[in-house]
């Protein structure tokens, strides 16, 4: 009996639609942001999976710096008050933040698997025999 021959899903296509990365059908997440703990249609183990703090990382980096520079100008260009911030700010902010979150982390997820990265351990290193002294 041959293996199943899985599409060749590129991280970005998996990431952005929350799907399994080895055969493009089962759902990655159990939730907002909790993994399955495997896909239900191929039933790829997704304990493989860790993405850590890499999508806050990356919604830190590009969805609240622009957000916080939004409430920043305002009210350094209007003095606006509290109300008008909770208003437009708090809502930018969330908009920006919290909607990237699960496609960043299921793109990382989907990376994982696809350049097949884990864990770093040390492994010793092979020693060649001494070449023998000339005499």
Same mark, same amino acid.
């Given at each position: 009996?041959?293996? @199943? ?9 998996? /990431? ?5 990365? +080895?055969? &493009? ?13 495997? !896909?239900?249609?191929? /039933? ?16 830190? !980096?590009? &969805? !609240? ?5 939004? &409430? ?8 606006? @008050? ?14 920006? !933040? =919290? ?21 770093? +351990?040390?492994?010793? =290193?092979?020693?060649? @025999?001494?070449?023998?002294?000339? @005499?």
């Amino acid at each position: 009996m041959s293996e @199943p021959q899985w599409p060749t899903l590129t991280p970005f296509q998996c /990431g952005i639609r929350g799907c399994c990365p +080895r055969c &493009g059908e089962g759902r990655l997440f159990d939730g907002f942001l909790k993994l399955r703990p495997r !896909c239900e249609a191929c /039933g790829l183990d997704f304990s493989f999976a860790d993405p850590a703090d890499g999508p806050a990382f990356f919604v830190i !980096c590009f &969805g !609240c710096i622009p957000s916080v520079m939004f &409430g920043l100008w305002l009210e350094m260009a209007f003095q606006a @008050p509290y109300w008008v911030h909770l208003v437009t700010t708090l809502p930018v902010m969330l908009l920006t !933040c =919290i909607p990237p979150l699960r496609p960043l982390k299921g793109w990382l997820v989907a990376s994982q698997y696809y350049y097949k990265a884990e864990e770093g +351990r040390l492994i010793p =290193i092979e020693r060649s @025999p001494e070449p023998a002294a000339k @005499p």
